[in-house]
């Protein structure tokens, strides 16, 4: 098993199926996920300290509280029934916060952190707001919904997080692509981000696991990284630099995936390079056209 491949379950701490905290693993320092289980009625409290972090349901509703310098802030997220039917509303909380959680009815609740310096006030973002991106074409069309991207929402200091939705039999995260340094050209700029995915995947029509394969390659011999593994439903891969895609969704299951990203720039920016043996395929997209399962949802 790759110590960058955290299956289901195995970091586990009270309330939290997923625990993977900034600064808590070697080479990982900027980035962060809890993934929240709560029974109904249920509820958990956290501070945020010197990170900024997004509620992101993935099944459910909840209550959210956010005490900060300004007062108590209350957003109620109606949530979904699950990460493949809809976008979902989203609760900002800023640096030096504290932070509440409950749910009447009882779900899951994905908390994106990310280490922060300035402060920025608790928000709500509207599901109706979250702009829906169909990216690709063919069996590499995907749809990304960008609730905490550069652009959609900028009110925050370091984190950018988005979900994607990758058919069955699709591709994603094709070409592979790399951020694991700063380049300031402005012709080809690229920026220093670690990254965080964490996989739901669909089960099958009789209730069997579905699965999907991940994988994250070198671009630096002095920073060797090579994983290679199937993920399944709750299974998180963490990147601190390297190539990474494609990731397949096994036909049959469609693949979801939350990702989270930060890095040390002082400026919050998203620029990434193609691996130059795939970046042609992104010439394929157009006659390709959209898959029709994903057509007419952007």
Same mark, same amino acid.
């Given at each position: 098993?790759?110590?960058?491949?955290?299956?289901?379950?195995?970091?586990?701490?009270?309330?939290?199926?997923?625990?993977?905290?900034?600064?808590?693993?070697?080479?990982?320092?900027?980035?962060?996920?809890?993934?929240?289980?709560?029974?109904?009625?249920?509820?958990?409290?956290?501070?945020?300290?010197?990170?900024?972090?997004?509620?992101?349901?993935?099944?459910?509703?909840?209550?959210?509280?956010?005490?900060?310098?300004?007062?108590?802030?209350?957003?109620?997220?109606?949530?979904?029934?699950?990460?493949?039917?809809?976008?979902?509303?989203?609760?900002?909380?800023?640096?030096?916060?504290?932070?509440?959680?409950?749910?009447?009815?009882?779900?899951?609740?994905?908390?994106?952190?990310?280490?922060?310096?300035?402060?920025?006030?608790?928000?709500?973002?509207?599901?109706?707001?979250?702009?829906?991106?169909?990216?690709?074409?063919?069996?590499?069309?995907?749809?990304?919904?960008?609730?905490?991207?550069?652009?959609?929402?900028?009110?925050?200091?370091?984190?950018?997080?988005?979900?994607?939705?990758?058919?069955?039999?699709?591709?994603?995260?094709?070409?592979?692509?790399?951020?694991?340094?700063?380049?300031?050209?402005?012709?080809?700029?690229?920026?220093?981000?670690?990254?965080?995915? =964490?996989?739901?995947?669909?089960?099958?029509?009789?209730?069997?696991?579905?699965?999907?394969?991940?994988?994250?390659?070198?671009?630096?011999?002095?920073?060797?990284?090579?994983?290679?593994?199937?993920?399944?439903?709750?299974?998180?891969?963490?990147?601190?630099?390297?190539?990474?895609?494609?990731?397949?969704?096994?036909?049959?299951?469609?693949? =979801? =995936?939350?990702?989270?990203?930060?890095?040390?720039?002082?400026?919050?920016?998203?620029?990434?390079?193609?691996?130059?043996?795939?970046?042609?395929?992104?010439?394929?997209?157009?006659?390709?056209?959209?898959?029709?399962?994903?057509?007419?949802?952007?």
């Amino acid at each position: 098993m790759s110590e960058l491949h955290i299956p289901a379950g195995s970091s586990a701490q009270g309330p939290y199926d997923t625990v993977i905290d900034p600064g808590e693993r070697e080479d990982w320092a900027h980035t962060g996920l809890r993934v929240l289980a709560l029974e109904p009625g249920g509820s958990a409290h956290l501070g945020t300290g010197r990170t900024e972090i997004m509620v992101v349901p993935l099944s459910g509703s909840c209550h959210v509280r956010v005490t900060d310098r300004a007062g108590d802030h209350e957003f109620d997220l109606a949530g979904r029934s699950d990460v493949f039917s809809a976008a979902t509303d989203v609760a900002y909380a800023g640096i030096e916060s504290e932070l509440a959680v409950s749910s009447s009815g009882g779900g899951r609740f994905a908390l994106a952190i990310a280490v922060a310096t300035a402060s920025h006030p608790a928000a709500r973002i509207a599901a109706e707001d979250v702009p829906v991106e169909i990216r690709g074409g063919g069996s590499m069309t995907r749809k990304v919904r960008n609730f905490g991207t550069v652009g959609s929402f900028d009110d925050c200091d370091s984190l950018i997080a988005c979900e994607v939705i990758t058919p069955g039999g699709n591709w994603s995260s094709y070409p592979a692509h790399k951020h694991d340094t700063t380049v300031e050209d402005p012709e080809h700029p690229e920026s220093d981000l670690e990254e965080i995915y =964490y996989y739901e995947i669909q089960d099958a029509p009789d209730g069997g696991p579905g699965f999907g394969y991940h994988q994250t390659s070198s671009t630096d011999p002095e920073r060797p990284i090579d994983t290679l593994v199937e993920v399944r439903a709750g299974d998180v891969v963490l990147v601190p630099h390297g190539w990474h895609g494609p990731c397949a969704a096994a036909p049959g299951h469609d693949m =979801y =995936y939350l990702n989270v990203m930060a890095g040390p720039a002082p400026q919050r920016a998203w620029n990434i390079t193609d691996h130059p043996d795939q970046t042609w395929v992104r010439g394929t997209w157009e006659d390709a056209g959209p898959d029709p399962r994903l057509a007419g949802e952007a």
